[in-house]
């Protein structure tokens, strides 16, 4: 089993940046991918981007392709989120997950096993 710690969110203006990273440790031999989701006040958690952990192939949702860059680093067993051009809309909170193989494609939250606690992110007009 994995675990996920995720930091490095936090309060930015419109038009900011941020890089969430989501620090992995036990056995990611097992890992298939890892996912960015978030959870805004009073909305369902959504799927943001996901990076598949042997070669780093990564998804987007169409509002985060061009904004964000999601990445690994197996040497460290962390994933980053990199975030620019930051709106108001993207306030949420945070969260990496752990998707093992076979339990699926990566952009259903439903398919992930391991989650961590969240970063909260916060962008002000």
């Known amino acids: 089993q994995v675990q996920v710690v995720e930091s490095g969110g936090g309060l930015v203006q419109a038009g900011g940046s941020l890089r969430p990273s989501c620090a992995a440790s036990g056995r990611t031999s097992t890992t298939y991918a890892v996912g960015w989701f978030r959870q805004a006040p009073a909305k369902a958690r959504e799927y943001v981007a996901a990076?598949?952990?042997?070669?780093?192939?990564?998804f987007y949702t169409d509002p985060a392709k061009g904004r964000f860059t999601i990445s690994r680093d197996t040497a460290k067993s962390t994933v980053y989120l990199e975030m620019n051009s930051l709106k108001p809309d993207d306030t949420a909170l945070y969260y990496c997950?752990?998707?093992?193989?076979?339990?699926?494609?990566?952009?259903?939250?439903?398919?992930?096993?391991?989650w961590g606690q969240g970063t909260q992110v916060t962008v002000s007009s």
């Open positions: 990076v598949l952990w042997k070669d780093g192939t990564t």
């Open positions: 997950a752990v998707l093992y193989r076979g339990r699926g494609i990566v952009n259903f939250a439903r398919n992930y096993d391991t």
